[in-house]
């Protein structure tokens, strides 16, 4: 799962320490949300995507570091297709 991936990535980085924070601060949801996708494999809202690319895309504009930028930058082409694909 695409959030699996950005999960990883910003913990490594330092700015998301547990699912709650990401639940909360980059999905939008409560703090168990995450959680909840994992475990019944939902599929994330549309609305959690979209917020999770902009921030994706914020977050490679405003770091220094090439790898981290690119990385971000990735990520948040990924979830913006994931999101697309939901609008279809």
């Known amino acids: 799962m695409i ?9 490594s980085a330092g700015l998301t320490p547990t699912h709650a924070v990401f639940s909360t ?11 909840y996708l994992r475990c019944s ?3 994330p809202s549309l609305k959690s995507l979209l917020k999770l690319a902009m921030l994706l895309r914020d977050l490679a504009q405003a770091t ?3 790898d981290e930028q690119d990385a971000a930058a990735l990520l ?13």
Request: charged share 30%; hydrophobic share 35%; glycine share 2%.
């Open 25 to 35: 601060e980059y999905l939008g949801h409560s703090p168990r949300y995450y959680d």
């Open 3 to 11: 959030l699996d991936d950005v999960f990883q990535f910003l913990k």
């Open 64 to 66: 220094s570091c090439p």
């Open 41 to 43: 494999r939902a599929k």
């Open 76 to 88: 948040a082409h990924r979830v913006m297709a994931r999101a697309l694909t939901r609008c279809r």
